[in-house]
């Protein structure tokens, strides 16, 4: 497969569906880092919420039209004790998993982060746990840094 039969679109309603099974496998993924889940049925993301605002980026990755991958880019205030004032928070990154490693995601976060640049934004963050070696490498590959790891003791 040639990364040139992938379009990345901006999601639509009618997206809505296949969107929230990419979040329930997310989920699903996600149990083996984040012992503290609770049961399903379990909710991450306001996806209709998220698909109709202008500071939400929710985009899908297609393949002969099928929905494949997705990810949003969402702008978020600072602490007000840090700098930039205005960042952007990616989130809700998934692709399907036989298409894996054929460089979707990494298209996905490139349109996303020109969406960045068109909101001029200077920062971009996102959550990925410790545990997630697969995930931590792909994002280091883009240019993302390790920053601040949260830390949980449970007695």
Same mark, same amino acid.
């Given at each position: 497969?040639?990364?040139?039969?992938?379009?990345?679109?901006?999601?639509?309603?009618?997206?809505?569906?296949?969107?929230?099974?990419?979040?329930?496998?997310?989920?699903?993924?996600?149990?083996?880092?984040?012992?503290?889940?609770?049961?399903?049925?379990?909710?991450?993301?306001?996806?209709?919420?998220?698909?109709?605002?202008?500071?939400?980026?929710? %985009?899908?990755?297609?393949? $002969?039209?099928?929905?494949?991958? !997705?990810? =949003?880019?969402? &702008?978020?205030?600072?602490?007000?004790?840090?700098?930039?004032?205005?960042?952007?928070?990616?989130?809700?990154?998934?692709?399907?998993?036989?298409?894996?490693?054929?460089?979707?995601?990494?298209?996905?976060?490139?349109?996303?982060?020109?969406?960045?640049?068109?909101?001029?934004?200077?920062?971009?963050? %996102?959550?990925?746990?410790? $545990?997630?070696?697969?995930?931590? !490498?792909? =994002?280091?590959? &883009?240019?993302?840094?390790?920053?601040?790891?949260?830390?949980?003791?449970?007695?």
């Amino acid at each position: 497969m040639s990364q040139s039969n992938i379009k990345i679109r901006v999601a639509v309603p009618n997206d809505l569906k296949i969107l929230k099974e990419f979040e329930q496998e997310v989920i699903r993924y996600e149990r083996a880092f984040a012992k503290n889940l609770k049961q399903d049925p379990i909710v991450y993301y306001e996806l209709e919420d998220y698909i109709e605002r202008s500071d939400v980026q929710v %985009l899908v990755a297609t393949l $002969e039209r099928k929905p494949v991958g !997705s990810g =949003y880019a969402m &702008i978020k205030d600072s602490e007000t004790f840090k700098t930039p004032e205005k960042y952007a928070y990616l989130g809700f990154m998934y692709v399907i998993p036989n298409q894996r490693g054929k460089g979707i995601n990494r298209l996905i976060i490139n349109e996303l982060l020109k969406w960045v640049k068109e909101k001029k934004l200077t920062e971009v963050q %996102l959550d990925v746990y410790a $545990e997630n070696e697969s995930a931590i !490498s792909a =994002y280091e590959k &883009i240019g993302f840094k390790p920053d601040l790891l949260k830390m949980r003791l449970r007695h």
